[in-house]
């Protein structure tokens, strides 16, 4: 395989990749999620009981969770998506050991990226096993976003997209504003796991008004509830249902750090705007100001429209594609040294 076709390969699992961030979020948000009760079949079988007999059998076997068709269906889609992309990845990692002595090819990311996805498999596995645990669930969304963006940052780095071929847009600038986009990405990383964690645990809508929070400019809070990581779904470690404080909290906590990346994002699109910059990173500036406005907008409406399933789902897909777009621009001021 050319390095060109390498590329191509690691351009098309990056694609994949969001589309299964993307699915997920809408199997877990059409609380699909648990429809089937094991892994990584469906109720013993390798695709979802249908006939008569079989979800009559699958009925006996798990009473507690009757055969819903249509939801199952969706968390099977899921499963196989991520599959394919298992094999794309470890398809990747095989190339690279093939190739590692010639010039320009990585192998460290690669590899990687494989490790990744087993971690991966292993935290879906375990969000069916212990029954959608918020801090498991969340951790499972941070996780396909990682593999995405690694895909991505692979991609880039072999493929040396935008780059100019070695030749930085910043010239000896861009050094120096490597590290402010770094900041940017781990703040917008931050804001993702906030976002998981608000969703994990139903407080998607514990503010059901926009600027204020259930009225109030700063509501009451229960930092020290809200920040219990080990617990069930909605529940604190005694399994008690969550208070409306500690829901208010997870929530108002994600709303600070959306206006925390909006500030912080914007000044750094602001200065690709503005700077004395080749035409690219002017571009690079211009699509970071549409998706940084597009995230937002999709979180407020959100929650004046009562989280509506496709833009809740949207707004999981704009959180991954901000993260894109932060490390692209990342990748275009500190380009790589040598592009084959």
Known sequence: MTLRNYTRLAVAATVLAFVVVVFGAYVRLSHAGLSCPD????????????????VT??????PERPVDVGRAWKE?????????LAVLVLSLAYVAWRRRRLPGQRLALPVAILAAVI???LLGMWSVILL?????VTAHLLGGI?????LWWLALRQGGFFSGHGRPLLSAGGHRFGPWVMLGILLVYLQIFLGGWTSSNDAALACPDFPLCQGQLLPD???????KFWQGPGQDHEGDVLSTDVRVTIHFLHRLGAAVVFVYVGLLAFYLLSGVHEPRIKRAGVALVLVLFFQIGLGIANVLLSLPLMIAVSHNGGAALLLLTLVTVYHVVRPPAVVV
């Open 132 to 136: 959608l645990k918020p801090l498991i």
């Open 146 to 150: 990682t593999i995405t963006i690694m």
């Open 119 to 121: 971690a991966q498999g």
């Open 39 to 54: 892994w990584p079949g469906c109720y013993g079988r390798i695709t979802v009981p249908v006939n008569e007999a079989d």
């Open 221 to 227: 809070l229960d930092l020290v509830n809200a920040l």
């Open 76 to 84: 099977m889609v899921h499963r196989y998506l991520a599959g394919v």
């Open 57 to 62: 059998r699958a009925n006996e076997a798990h």
